[in-house]
């Protein structure tokens, strides 16, 4: 694969030219507390140095709406942050653009996170987390979490079947390292259903990453598995259990038929550049795919909460089991959740 230009030179050469389309360029992401540390070290930098204008907007995954866009050809978002296995699938239908490598440079990314649509921007995770000080003592593990005796009230999981049903079978008992070879058969998808059946009364679903944080914070969930970044930026005393842990990386991406692909291009090597990241790094527990700082000893002994310092404690969200059953499995969940 090409490694891109540097990026003083990129930046150099869009300083000549204005955005051909008249508006800003468009980054879109999840929000939260990230988002607002990108937004200072990220986005409002490339705009400083370059003169190009750069608003964000946030989302919640919705790629109906990012596939209406490109169908209708009025694209109006341009760099787009995107879960792994929706990034591989729009990538296939041909709502995102090729990366460009000759602008983004390939060798600064940890192995496995550069992809023909998009780069590695941070993994994240969630994990089972409460409120310590209305709880001294919570569910330690996936069991626990289930066990409404010795630990009565509500909790919270995501709306969906990523990670819901991963969380179910391990508190069923199945080992992390055999979830998908349990999942990849009709008896194990039943086994996880059935083992929500025994919860649904106390479960609370959330949609936002927001959500989590909001239910535990209110006293409406007692327990709630929800985005580790969050949990550990609240800085409210909650008690986080790392054994818990599911992660994932999510992409950067740009779609197909932005009129400022070019700029998008180079935004997205400037907020992977070395530079930046360090600087988010100092405000947001940030777990980047830029190799060079994801493995600094100095800044993950600073920074506790990178995702890398505890990835042999979690279970890697498989990416390709997703891409092949994710929709199948998200039918059955909507139809289970309406029962």
Request: glycine letters at 10%.
């Amino acid at each position: 694969m090409r490694t891109g230009k540097p990026v003083t030179v990129v930046l150099a050469v869009l300083l000549l030219c204005a955005p051909a389309s008249g508006r800003d360029l468009t980054v879109v992401g999840f929000g939260g507390g990230y988002q607002e540390s990108a937004r200072t070290h990220l986005f409002e930098t490339f705009a400083e140095k370059t003169g190009i204008g750069v608003s964000d907007d946030t989302y919640s995954g919705e790629m109906a709406k990012l596939y209406g866009m490109v169908e209708a050809g009025n694209v109006t978002y341009d760099i787009v942050m995107l879960e792994a296995p929706e990034m591989v699938r729009a990538c296939d239908d041909g709502v995102l653009a090729p990366i460009d490598y000759v602008v983004v440079d390939a060798g600064k990314f940890v192995e496995g996170s550069t992809h023909r649509c998009g780069v590695g921007a941070t993994s994240w995770g969630v994990a089972l987390f409460y409120d310590a000080s209305r709880h001294a003592e919570g569910p330690q593990n996936f069991a626990d979490f289930w066990d409404v005796t010795r630990f009565p009230g509500k909790r919270a999981l995501r709306a969906g079947p990523k990670m819901t049903l991963e969380i179910a079978l391990m508190a069923d008992g199945v080992p992390a390292d055999a979830v998908y070879e349990v999942l990849h058969t009709p008896e194990g998808v039943q086994r996880a259903f059935s083992k929500l059946d025994e919860i649904r009364s106390h479960i609370v679903w959330w949609t936002t990453g927001a959500q989590p944080m909001q239910l535990v914070g209110s006293g409406e969930v007692d327990y709630a598995f929800g985005y580790t970044n969050r949990v550990l930026a609240a800085d409210a005393g909650y008690a986080l259990h790392w054994s818990t842990l599911l992660y994932s990386l999510d992409y950067w991406t740009v779609l197909a038929g932005s009129p400022l692909q070019d700029e998008a291009m180079a935004m997205i090597e400037w907020m992977t550049s070395s530079e930046q990241l360090r600087a988010q790094a100092q405000d947001w527990p940030i777990s980047p795919a830029n190799e060079a700082v994801i493995h600094d000893p100095a800044l993950r002994a600073a920074n506790p909460g990178m995702i890398l310092n505890h990835s042999d404690e979690g279970l890697w969200i498989d990416t390709e089991f997703w891409m092949a059953n994710g929709d199948d499995l998200e039918m059955r969940f909507t139809a289970w959740a309406a029962r």
